[in-house]
């Protein structure tokens, strides 16, 4: 059974920090481009930021130089530094795990974990 169970979220005043947690099981970690997400109230889910098999890094621009995505395939998790934050960062944050293959995707999501910036 596949499980990606996040912690870490909460609340935070404008400016503060949090750090994401993903613990994965029930995958090869390593074979899979982990990202993290987030949904807002109203809006559509969007990449926040991904770390791919290879480690390369990619992040969405509203992010850039304040959030870091890192991976540790020996514990199986994925993180999410969160530096500098701001209200419109509020948002339920998500950890995903996918892998594509020639002929398949397999695309696991965790529960989501609610980080509100907030004075």
Same mark, same amino acid.
């Given at each position: !059974? ?11 005043? #404008?400016?503060?920090?949090? %750090?994401? &947690? ?9 074979? $899979?481009?982990?990202?993290?997400? %987030?949904?807002? #109230?109203? /809006?559509? %889910?969007?990449?926040?930021?991904? =770390?791919?098999?290879?480690?390369? +890094?990619? $992040? ?5 130089? %304040? ?7 020996? /514990? ?9 934050? /701001? #209200?419109?960062? +509020?948002? =339920? $944050? ?5 892998? =594509?293959? #020639?002929?398949? +995707?397999?695309?696991?999501?965790? !529960?989501? +974990? !609610?980080?509100?910036?907030? &004075?």
């Amino acid at each position: !059974q596949v499980q990606l169970v996040e912690s870490g979220g909460g609340l935070v005043q #404008p400016g503060g920090s949090l %750090r994401l &947690s993903c613990a994965a099981s029930g995958i090869s970690f390593s074979l $899979y481009n982990m990202g993290w997400y %987030r949904q807002a #109230p109203g /809006k559509q %889910r969007e990449l926040v930021a991904a =770390v791919n098999r290879d480690g390369s +890094t990619n $992040y969405t621009d509203s992010v850039k130089g %304040r959030f870091t995505i890192a991976r540790d395939n020996a /514990k199986n998790t994925v993180s999410l530094q969160m530096n500098s934050l /701001k #209200p419109e960062d +509020t948002a =339920v $944050y998500y950890c995903n795990a996918v892998r =594509v293959g #020639p002929q398949y +995707t397999l695309d696991y999501w965790g !529960q989501g +974990t !609610q980080v509100a910036v907030s &004075s």
